[in-house]
């Protein structure tokens, strides 16, 4: 008599989150990569980072073994830990960065044009998918690499706030990753990806404390 299978296998989480592997996790992706560059809110991004790690390794067990995957999701969840402990540090001082404190999207240029090139960017991505040219991979994945690009450059060109040029450099690295992973299976590159990630985010974690630090500074000197 064959045992029952354990009920916390990575195949039988896999197996419960098999909805989420198509569609519905594409457009889950897209909606929070829109938002994370629309509403200023470090929460929110830390939020954000974790969903879209869960979401991305559901996704790249299409072409990934299960155990490469959720090493793909611990890896984002640490990075969120590191820039939640390290912006929940910066709030518990006197006078934190202004970045930091809790402000939705005001009705302003700057939120506008974020949102008018996001909706450019969705529109022509749409209407022009067919010629991606990224072989080997699903069409819906190709779609989403190219979107995570395109989105990183946009943070990285919108924003000089640090969690958003954050988020903007993990994204084109998951793109990578994404694409990476469907034409090699290679241990060491996974280790490399999966190493720049974090080395990332303890970039973005330290710059997050230093720049709290010197607003606590320049409020203290006097004048």
């Not at 989150?17 to 569609?23: A, D």
């Not at 067919?130 to 450059?153: K, Q, S």
Request: charged share 15%.
């Amino acid at each position: 008599m064959n045992a029952a299978p354990p009920l916390l296998s990575p195949e039988h989480i896999l197996a419960s989150l098999n909805g989420v592997n198509g569609l519905p996790g594409i457009i889950g992706l897209l909606l929070l990569t829109a938002l994370m560059l629309v509403i200023t809110d470090w929460r929110f991004t830390v939020l954000g980072i974790g969903l879209q790690s869960v979401l991305l390794a559901i996704l790249a067990t299409r072409h990934s073994p299960v155990e490469w995957a959720l090493l793909r999701a611990v890896t984002g969840g640490l990075v969120a830990i590191m820039w939640f402990l390290s912006a929940k540090s910066i709030r518990w001082g006197r006078r934190p960065a202004q970045w930091l404190r809790w402000r939705w999207p005001l009705l302003s240029a700057r939120t506008a044009l974020r949102a008018t090139l996001i909706v450019f960017v969705a529109v022509l991505l749409l209407t022009h998918h067919a010629r991606l040219p990224l072989r080997g991979l699903d069409p819906d994945l190709a779609f989403l690499c190219t979107w995570l690009a395109i989105t990183g450059l946009l943070a990285l060109a919108l924003s000089n706030e640090i969690l958003t040029a954050g988020i903007g450099l993990l994204w084109w690295l998951e793109a990578f990753h994404l694409y990476y992973s469907a034409l090699e299976h290679q241990v060491v590159m996974e280790g490399v990806i999966g190493g720049l990630k974090l080395l990332i985010g303890l970039a973005c974690a330290y710059l997050i404390v230093a720049e709290g630090q010197i607003s606590d500074t320049s409020e203290e000197e006097p004048l």
